[in-house]
């Protein structure tokens, strides 16, 4: 289809939306460039300028373009395929896929590890813990939040690390000694909220995917409870499964 059929029993913006897809399909629009306005799209469709914004606004929801304030709508890259199969952390996660990781430090502080983050450190409720709160960037384009709790002893020297341009996994394991050997993960469908679309750049109500892993060092001790939210349209999770014999 590459033009909108008028007696068709399909919705103009849907068909609108087939051709966009099939730009991308084609390679006639490639990740990172800026698509044409409403206005172009529908003196170029001869359809009004609400469908084609209605059109643009579906293929942000899901993920295909993304807008940048006062600049306009984007084809977006394509998902990340993360697999959940070796213990990796986002840094190393982004340079395998050859992205450049980005930190945003939103907070880092000690704090008295609350009821629940105390149960799955299996450390008592109240013993001060580190916690941070990271903004994960991939070649500039926010993909997740995410919170950490860190229980070690001599954990809040991790106060004075610059953890904007250090990966947390790897301070871990090479300054401070501790190996992380496994993980629990959990993952969770649900909605990106307020706070978290500002910083996400997506819109309230976007998809997100929701993750909670608690990282083991040595002796099946846990020393991190993580809290994730990712843009649930950027991303695929993957495993592989055998089956037991
Ligand atoms: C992943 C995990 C987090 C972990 C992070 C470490 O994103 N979900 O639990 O804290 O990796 O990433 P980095 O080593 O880049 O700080």
């Given at each position: 289809m590459s033009t909108i059929?008028?007696?068709s029993p399909l919705p103009r913006y849907y068909q609108l939306k087939e051709i966009m897809r099939e730009k991308i399909r084609n390679g006639e629009w490639k990740p990172g460039d800026l698509i044409p306005s409403e206005r172009e799209l529908g003196e170029q469709y001869g359809i009004s300028r609400m469908?084609?914004?209605q059109a643009i606004t579906e293929l942000v929801n899901e993920g295909l373009f993304y807008r940048e304030q006062g600049k306009g709508t984007f084809v977006s890259r394509r998902?990340?395929?993360q697999q959940l199969i070796h213990l990796t952390g986002f840094t190393e996660d982004m340079k395998?896929?050859?992205q450049q990781p980005g930190t945003r430090v939103l907070s880092a502080e000690m704090r008295p590890a609350d009821e629940a983050v105390a149960e799955r450190l299996r450390i008592k409720p109240g013993l001060q813990i580190f916690r941070l709160h990271r903004l994960r960037l991939a070649d500039g384009e926010p993909l997740a939040i995410e919170v950490s709790h860190i229980s070690f002893i001599g954990c809040e020297k991790l106060l004075e690390e610059d953890l904007e341009h250090n990966s947390l996994y790897r301070l871990?394991?090479?300054?401070?000694g501790l190996p992380l050997l496994e993980a629990d993960q959990e993952l969770e469908a649900g909605l990106i909220g307020s706070e978290e679309?500002?910083?996400l750049k997506v819109p309230v109500g976007s998809?997100?995917?929701?993750?909670?892993r608690v990282t083991y060092t040595e002796r099946n001790q846990p020393i991190e409870?993580?809290?994730?939210?990712?843009c649930g349209n950027k991303y695929v999770f993957y495993t592989h499964m055998k089956r037991e014999q």
């Open positions: 059929v008028r007696k469908t084609a914004r998902k990340i395929t395998a896929r050859g871990l394991e090479t300054k401070y679309a500002q910083y998809p997100a995917l929701f993750t909670r409870y993580a809290s994730s939210v990712y």
